[in-house]
């Protein structure tokens, strides 16, 4: 038999996503083929030490609603840059681990998502599936995604962009007059719709320029769009392929924290959406298109509004979407042919393709 890959998934981390990432991590493993795969749990805990750790642990972390705590029986963990192998080092020990064939970092938001253990990855010199530092950054960042998007010719809701210190540049009049009413505010760099607000009055719009403010030195201020929430999940390095677009049907004013992670009946998702046939191709062309123009590899899953006269605008992309056994990115390609389980094989060998690729490349200029 050949011998297994080596599989560090990493899961937790210093984002409000934490716990959603756990059950990401859980559901990842439920679905992984153990004959192939070997698995190794990292765990990131909030305060962003990392550690090995159990099954158990994990399931006993999920089961006390708690976020990652590290037991008697971890070990806390360092990565040393280098060349691949002994890339994994455990501090007490001072002894490096077993060499991983390939990290799955399953980190959603802040410090995970946006490049940030992109590049540790890289400096460590170990393959990992997704987005690579830039396309990471770029798709955590919704003011430089829409400004290449809009540079590529992509339709994107009406924003504006304030950097902390220019808060005074826009009054809450000029804003509508650009905009209309109501508009959202939101801060650039963050997901789980965690500082965003629908603004409908002054007072209101001075409250949401704080909080957003509070989470970013960064915000965007964007036009109101009315229409269906519609997502497709985006698989592949140089060729991409769609799946079939998923609906959200938030039961709340829009897809707030609360309507997606505190009411269980927050919104409804509809996999497959239901849609014209040349709505489906429309969207599947964008969002592979999108996932291009955002430099992405791997996976993305890109998010849209379908707006009452039938066009379609990009909201977002999400560079390590939900892994839940109920979340849209796996799901969508379940309905589409490819199940959970082969959608990591998948996932695995892009990361190995594009490490190899990569590692062809010269470094330097030798004389
Ligand atoms: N311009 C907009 N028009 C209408 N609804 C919006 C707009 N921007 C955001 N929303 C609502 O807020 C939710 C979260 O916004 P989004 O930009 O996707 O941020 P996040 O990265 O936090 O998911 C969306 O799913 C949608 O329900
Ligand atoms: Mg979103």
Redesign the pocket.
Known sequence: MTEKIRIGIICGGRSAEHEVSLVSARSILEHINRDKYEVVLIGIDRSGSWSTLTEQQLLDGLAMKASLTAGPSSEQLVLRPGLKGSELINLARQQPLQSLDVIFPVLHGTYGEDGTVQGLLKLVNIPFVGASVLGSAIGMD?DVAKRLLVQAGMPV?RFLTIHQGEQTSYTYDQIIAELGSPF?V?PAN?????G?NRVTDQNHFKNALEQAFSFDRKIII????NGR?IECSVLGNENPIASLPGE?V?HHE???YAAKYLDENGAQLIIPADLPANIIKQVQIMAVKAFAILCCEGMARV?F?LKNDETLLI??INTIPGFTSISMYPKLWEVSGIPFAELLDRLISLALQRFQSEARLNTSIRT
């Open positions: 919704k809701a959202f939101k963050l997901g789980s719709s965690v965003i964007e036009e109101a769009i929430e959200i938030p829009f897809y707030s998010d509004f909201n977002e």
